[in-house]
């Protein structure tokens, strides 16, 4: 079993729609949980860092981390046609493993015109 | 301010060969990482290092592979010999030191095509 489990799609919406993406994971020691965006070709960029349980949210984009269940979540609203990309979830302990970071498969999303 | 540049962005060896991956991090990023992501899977941790030093290589596959950080210069990764299952898309990562040392700027990727 993968320490962090992502379904990788593909997700196909239209433009408007509220996505909803998701990992589990394994770990308990995982105290920090970040969602990153990353282009055809292009290398991960950091969307969300969270510590912990809660919400956070950041425009468009809302992060929700569910310790007690092992469940973090990414909604996007009001979806765009440039949100069409793969979303990776990652997270990690903190402390000596700052920067270690373990990621998910990976969602591919595409938002449809 | 530039972020991570990495290069090659694209290189192709035969089996046997010698890749060699250059990353320069964030201007005043003092922590870099090197990731790797072989088709259909996600981002795998390879290495961690600071300025002259390896702080953790328990990613890195135990023969073929190693890393290094100059004082001067940029980091690189080294891969002797190269097989088939090493094609995939290195990624390099870079950290402010201490408080910031977990939010990663990760470059454009090197993608290694083996013949």
């Known amino acids: 079993q993968k320490e962090v489990e992502q379904d990788p799609g593909p997700l196909s919406v239209p433009e408007g729609a509220i996505v909803s993406l998701n990992c589990t994971y394994s770990?308990?020691?995982?105290?920090?949980f970040m969602w990153y965006r990353q282009y055809s070709r292009k290398g991960p960029e950091l969307l969300m860092y969270?510590?912990?349980?809660g919400n956070k949210e950041d425009g468009r984009f809302t992060a929700q981390v569910d310790k007690s269940s092992k469940y973090i979540s990414l909604f996007i609203r009001d979806s765009q046609p440039s949100d069409s990309a793969t979303y990776l979830c990652?997270?990690?302990?903190?402390?000596?493993?700052?920067?270690?970071?373990?990621f998910g498969q990976g969602t591919i999303l595409t938002v449809h015109p | 301010n530039a972020g991570v540049m990495q290069n090659p962005r694209h290189l192709v060896r035969r089996r046997g060969q010698e890749a060699r991956l250059r990353c320069s991090p964030v201007k005043g990023h003092s922590h870099v990482y090197w990731y790797r992501q072989l088709p259909e899977e996600g981002l795998k941790f390879m290495v961690y290092?600071?300025?002259?030093?390896?702080?953790?290589e328990s990613g890195m596959p135990k023969e073929r592979f190693s890393a290094e950080f100059p004082k001067e210069g940029p980091s690189i990764l080294r891969i002797q010999q190269v097989v088939r299952g090493d094609s995939a898309a290195y990624f390099c990562?870079?950290?402010?030191?201490?408080?910031?040392?977990?939010?990663?700027?990760f470059g454009a990727g090197s993608r290694l095509t083996v013949l």
């Open positions: 770990n308990s020691a995982f105290q920090y």
């Open positions: 290092l600071q300025k002259e030093n390896i702080i953790d």
């Open positions: 990652a997270m990690n302990a903190g402390g000596t493993s700052y920067g270690k970071l373990t």
């Open positions: 990562a870079s950290s402010p030191p201490v408080a910031g040392a977990n939010v990663l700027t």
């Open positions: 969270t510590y912990s349980s």
